[in-house]
């Protein structure tokens, strides 16, 4: 009467994120030990997404033109890291 896939089985959890937070926490750890923990978030947040968006696209690595693209990406974001200042406090308006 109703089709029903069969479950399927769970593939293994990707550890990506804990990974890529493991390897940069001594990074956010040394701005807040320089007493700019606000950069040091900037950073965390800049380079975790970097990282991830090389593994995203990780089967590209062979190819010059996706380390060019990664080296000219990173050069724009160090000025913005310097320039761009977070918000002090909390905001609900903005998180909803």
């Known amino acids: ?14 550890p990506t994120g804990l990974i890529i937070g493991v390897i940069l ?3 956010f750890l040394l701005f ?9 978030l900037k950073v965390f947040i800049v380079l975790g997404m970097a990282i991830f968006a090389i593994k995203l696209h990780w089967d ?7 380390w060019a693209i990664i080296a000219i990406i990173s050069a724009l974001h160090v000025p913005l890291v310097f ?7 909390t905001y609900p308006h903005v998180l909803m």
Request: no cysteine; charged share 30%; aromatic share 16%.
């Open 1 to 14: 009467m109703f089709d029903y896939e069969s479950p399927k089985d769970k593939e293994p959890v990707d």
């Open 25 to 27: 926490a001594p990074v």
């Open 32 to 40: 807040i030990w320089l007493g700019k923990a606000e950069m040091g």
């Open 60 to 66: 590209s690595r062979k190819h010059f033109w996706f």
């Open 83 to 89: 320039m761009v200042r977070l918000p002090q406090g």
